[in-house]
């Protein structure tokens, strides 16, 4: 090879990086190229279908104890723009794509994503067939796996992946979570080009910090909440003293079952205070309700998954980001009259979005349950509501970083609850979910967006709260 070529070569070609190896527990062995920090890690493996944010991804606290890897084949063309990190530091255990970008183009790019792992020492390697992994994964169910750059030996790896901790009965949201009471209140000047100011805070919200991701507080801080975080393990009486309009559960990682310190509390705090839970939050709700909670195969994470609004037959495209999920039937008894006249429950749920019918439970704890939203893709719950109390949570992230908006409604329903107003998820999504942006322009959010009830009737009646 001629020097010039050589010189031209390295003008237009990214340094290679030395070998790195992913092994799973079931014997699988992928090799690649290291692509950010040295090391070696061990974590779930799990998958992500978003075409884009992965930075948010990336940084969001969900992603506790796990190796992500991304299905879209180039990651970091964009860059890093810190201040759509969803936390202050990343805590995934590793990251695993097809093609990492090493010369990002974008104007609000301050640094390269390679640079960006390398500040926080998160191990990556490129080069890997993620189809192929993705399709494995899915087939095969989540399982440990260990990423590394320091050893590349099967035996080695395999034997060391097999010894490592599940995340199975893990507590990681104490891991993510705060250490003392703050107010959240800051929103990101880089993002005022197409996300108006916020509205005028009417309510103050105490938030369950459970490795929430900023963007979800900050949802709440655009709607008009005053936003004071707490520690994920903190007294219901604490809270309660603070003197709140509603309390906000967040997301959060693992396993939620090892989450004790959080559902123990929200049984204290239902039906006293109106309640929101998202995704962990949804889960540590449905735990204070006695339900049992189920580890899905491979869990749901990206920003496509289709899921039907029972109450009124809209289907959002979602973000989400879980591993485990509420079992409907264990929450109680259908309410016939309350359910099309059915008796039995049904494994999957799609036959209630088939049906189109928000069924109801009797809960021996907080009286009638509503299922509101089911996920079209496996039939999985999505959402529940209290109709005797002030409550309701969804498994997904309304918040949409990254992702559509198609959900952000539900931000405009938590204020409506706080209303004490009835018909707060009787919204009109679509007019919903254009409110605060401005896409570049000086014009104002449409017209009552974010407070547009449906003309139709809302479904069967419920109680104060249906």
């Keep these: 090879m001629s020097e010039l070529i050589k010189q031209l070569l390295e003008g237009t070609s990214k340094a290679r990086g030395g070998a790195a190896a992913l092994a799973l527990e079931d014997g699988t062995v992928l090799y690649g190229t290291a692509c950010a920090a040295e090391g070696e890690v061990y974590g779930e493996i799990c998958f992500n279908t978003s075409l884009e944010g992965y930075l948010e991804v990336i940084t969001d606290p969900s992603y506790a104890g796990q190796i992500i890897t991304m299905t879209y084949p180039q990651i970091g063309n964009y860059g890093v723009n810190t201040e759509d990190t969803q936390a202050t530091e990343p805590v995934l255990r590793g990251l695993v794509v097809r093609d990492m970008c090493t010369t990002p183009s974008n104007w609000r790019s301050e640094l390269s994503l390679p640079d960006y792992l390398k500040q926080h020492n998160v191990v990556a390697v490129e080069g890997v067939d993620t189809r192929a992994l993705v399709r494995h994964v899915r087939d095969r169910g989540a399982q440990r796996a260990v990423l590394s750059t320091i050893d590349t030996d099967e035996a080695s790896l395999l034997a060391k992946v097999r010894a490592s901790e599940s995340i199975v009965g893990a507590n990681l949201a104490k891991t993510v979570s705060c250490t003392e009471t703050y107010t959240f209140s800051g929103l990101p000047e880089s993002q005022a080009f197409a996300v108006a100011p916020a509205a005028p805070a009417r309510y ?263």
């Design 204 to 466: 103050k919200v105490v938030a369950y910090d459970c490795g929430a991701k900023r963007s979800i507080l900050e949802n709440l801080v655009r709607a008009g909440c005053e936003v004071v975080a707490v520690p994920w393990d903190t007294p219901a009486e604490d809270v309660l003293a603070l003197n709140p309009d509603g309390v906000f559960l967040s997301n959060g990682p693992g396993d939620p079952d090892a989450v004790s310190g959080t559902y123990t509390q929200v049984e204290k705090l239902l039906g006293k205070v109106p309640v929101f839970g998202i995704c962990l939050g949804h889960q540590m709700i449905c735990k204070a309700a006695g339900a049992d909670i189920e580890k899905l195969k491979f869990g749901h994470r990206g920003g496509n998954h289709p899921v039907m609004n029972l109450l009124t037959g809209r289907v959002e495209i979602t973000a989400q980001n879980h591993g485990f999920g509420l079992l409907f039937p264990s929450l109680g008894k259908l309410v016939p009259e309350l359910s099309g006249g059915f008796k039995g429950h049904e494994d999957d749920l799609g036959f209630w979005a088939n049906a189109h019918i928000a069924p109801v439970v009797q809960n021996e704890r907080f009286g009638r349950i509503r299922l509101t939203h089911v996920n079209l893709n496996d039939g999985t719950a999505e959402g529940v509501a209290f109709l005797d109390i002030p409550a309701f949570s969804v498994q997904y992230h309304p918040e949409a970083s990254p992702g559509p908006t198609d959900s952000h409604y539900l931000f405009t329903a938590f204020t409506r609850l706080m209303d004490e107003r009835d018909d707060y998820l009787d919204i009109d999504i679509a007019a919903d979910r254009l409110a605060g942006w401005t896409f570049g322009t000086q014009a104002k959010p449409v017209a009552g967006a974010a407070d547009t009830v449906r003309s139709s009737a809302s479904p069967e009646e419920g109680g104060a709260h249906a």
